[in-house]
């Protein structure tokens, strides 16, 4: 993410679950949390659902054509 975006969308995410844990609605919270961390993970580590996704298609892809020989 490029500039003031991360940050932002990370302040967001806080101001977020803030407000969903004042108002006693845990659920959200803890879901804006998750989102948080997953943001700064693929951040930092520049791993994404994406690229997760697209390596379990492939190994499945291989696993099949390997399978029908």
Known sequence: MDGILYPASLLL???LAFTFN?????KLA???VLI??????SHETGNTAT???NDV????DES?????K
């Open 13 to 15: 995410l806080v101001i």
């Open 51 to 53: 690229d997760f996704k």
């Open 36 to 41: 948080g961390i997953y943001i700064v993970y």
């Open 30 to 32: 803890l879901i804006a």
């Open 64 to 68: 099949v054509k390997n399978f029908t």
């Open 57 to 60: 298609v492939k190994d499945l």
């Open 22 to 26: 004042q108002t006693h609605n845990s």
